[in-house]
T-cell receptor
Framework: SQQGEEDPQALSIQEGENATMNCSYK?????LQWYRQNSGRGLVHLIL?????REKHSGRLRVTLDTSKKSSSLLITASRAADTASYFC?????????FGKGTRLSVIA | NAGVTQTPKFQVLKTGQSMTLQCAQD?????MSWYRQDPGMGLRLIHY???????DQGEVPNGYNVSRSTTEDFPLRLLSAAPSQTSVYFC????????????FGPGTRLLVL
């Protein structure tokens, strides 16, 4: 069963705009991870945020975690055409990672 | 390092045939797992292994077998292929468990006719 659910399912923005994706989950977690998947390729790890952390940054990426609301967000600033991909959140409950269904991001040049 | 490698990249099977999807990693990772990805379904865990000789079932294990005789290799066997097993299969590994960054292979596209 799906633990994390991303929202929106699809997002289309212009190059240079910011993109925000959300992930909601149902039960307490140890950590939450975000991955990117380019079309036809394997997943690539972006950021891991632990349950005792509230925000992490990596380059143009910012991830927040609100354990009281059981939600996380991924912000991509100043998006580029190369950011076009699917983005997945994955939750660690102390068992193997459970992935959401993903958000498809299209960045239009 | 080659990272996580998967073979074949693409395979067509007839219903009832068996085959093995290969997965290997050269990072000395203890933890390996197999996922399948279907349109609109995200990734679903099939089987995982926390080390050589130890395997366990994931969310969708029926119709699949695994073994882990070495740290490097984690093959996935389809015993009698069914059209419902048409999917893209991904192998992933990490140093010690799901609490860490997972490294994914490029995937195997399987079509069962």
């Amino acid at each position: 069963s799906q633990q994390g659910e991303e929202d929106p399912q699809a997002l289309s923005i212009q190059e240079g705009e910011n993109a925000t994706m959300n992930c909601s989950y149902k039960t307490s977690i140890n950590n939450l991870q975000w991955y990117r998947q380019n079309s036809g390729r394997g997943l690539v790890h972006l950021i891991l945020i632990r349950s005792n952390e509230r925000e992490k940054h990596s380059g143009r990426l910012r991830v927040t975690l609100d354990t009281s609301k059981k939600s996380s967000s991924l912000l991509i600033t100043a998006s580029r055409a190369a950011d076009t991909a699917s983005y997945f959140c994955a939750t660690d409950l102390g068992t193997p990672l459970v992935f959401g269904k993903g958000t498809r991001l299209s960045v239009i040049a | 390092n080659a990272g996580v490698t998967q073979t074949p990249k693409f395979q067509v099977l007839k219903t009832g045939q068996s085959m093995t999807l290969q997965c290997a990693q050269d990072m000395n990772h203890e933890y390996m797992s197999w996922y399948r990805q279907d349109p609109g379904m995200g990734l679903r865990l099939i089987h995982y292994s926390v080390g050589a000789g130890i395997t366990d079932q994931g969310e969708v294990p029926n119709g699949y077998n695994v073994s882990r005789s070495t740290t490097e290799d984690f093959p996935l066997r389809l015993l009698s292929a069914a059209p419902s097993q048409t999917s893209v299969y991904f192998c992933a590994s990490s140093y010690s468990g799901s609490q860490e960054t997972q490294y994914f292979g490029p995937g195997t596209r399987l079509l069962v006719l």
